[in-house]
């Protein structure tokens, strides 16, 4: 495994073979998806801590969507990436999603876990307000993970899999309290995609208990997606938002057969 910093950037490269990315969520880092890296042994796996996440909170100045694109297409640049697999959680399937409509060469496919396509506007106020918690420093990201917990893991996670809860409420708490109220900001401004331009094969997974990508907006959202070559659209019982942690069988089952059928594309 290769890491290297890319313009403040922590990227990771582990493997060999068809080149996937992955872009995590708010909160998270590129450990969301070491779940899913049995499904990816014959991969190139890039992962990469996004601008004010995880290992690249030293990053300054405002966070967007945008500057999020422009970050992993110069990471691509730099690694001479022409064409990929994208992997996304939760806000990272926006970025997904932007990059695979904008870009459309360089997507082969998109896979998305835990799937929006922009936050409503109830929940943009909720994350600007989760930024001010958020600026308050330990306590504040302490109290926001306490809460997250509760809402967005399932009741059956929390109950059967204390290592999930664990590895949430680490990846949370770890975070830059500046770093992570400026991508609360980002997800709170964001603006979806030109999801008819999506031209790639498209795998949505949720969870039956994800309040942030509940199942009849995910397959709302794929009935958008009219010019993509295939969309499949997976509701895992008793799973909460942190879909690749609670799940993680389930989700490697459904990528290994999702990158499968479309090694050649």
């Given at each position: 495994m290769a890491f290297q910093l890319i313009d403040r950037i922590a990227v990771e490269e582990e493997g060999e073979g068809p080149a996937v990315v992955c872009v995590h969520g708010l909160g998270?880092?590129?450990?969301?998806?070491?779940?899913?890296?049995?499904?990816?042994?014959?991969?190139?796996?890039?992962?990469?801590?996004?601008?004010?996440?995880?290992?690249?909170?030293?990053?300054?100045?405002?966070?967007?969507?945008?500057?999020?694109?422009?970050t992993l297409l110069a990471v691509c640049e730099r690694l001479k990436l022409t064409r990929a697999h994208w992997i996304g959680h939760s806000m990272g399937t926006i970025v997904c999603q932007h990059i695979a409509a904008d870009h459309p060469k360089l997507a082969a496919s998109v896979a998305l876990f835990g799937p929006l396509i922009a936050p409503p506007d109830a929940a943009r106020a909720a994350m600007q307000a989760r930024a001010a918690k958020a600026r308050e420093g330990a306590a504040g990201m302490h109290e926001i993970t306490q809460s997250l917990l509760q809402a967005a893991v399932s009741a059956d996670t929390r109950q059967?899999?204390?290592?999930?809860?664990?590895?949430?409420?680490?990846?949370?708490?770890?975070?830059?309290?500046?770093?992570?109220?400026?991508?609360?900001?980002?997800?709170?401004?964001?603006?979806?995609?030109?999801?008819?331009?999506?031209?790639?094969?498209?795998?949505?997974?949720?969870?039956?208990?994800?309040?942030?990508a509940p199942p009849q907006a995910v397959r709302a959202m794929a009935d958008k997606l009219h010019n993509a070559a295939s969309k499949r659209v997976v509701v895992l019982p008793r799973c909460g938002h942190w879909t690749p942690v609670e799940r993680p069988d389930e989700c490697q089952r459904e990528l290994r057969e999702f990158l499968a059928t479309n090694a050649r594309t």
């Open positions: 998270g880092s590129s450990n969301s998806f070491t779940p899913l890296m049995p499904a990816l042994a014959r991969h190139r796996v890039i992962r990469v801590d996004l601008p004010g996440s995880g290992r690249s909170q030293r990053a300054e100045g405002a966070l967007s969507i945008e500057r999020y694109v422009d059967r899999l204390p290592l999930a809860v664990a590895f949430v409420r680490e990846s949370l708490m770890r975070q830059d309290g500046d770093g992570y109220a400026r991508s609360c900001e980002a997800l709170a401004g964001a603006r979806g995609a030109a999801l008819e331009r999506i031209e790639a094969p498209v795998l949505l997974v949720t969870g039956d208990e994800d309040g942030v």
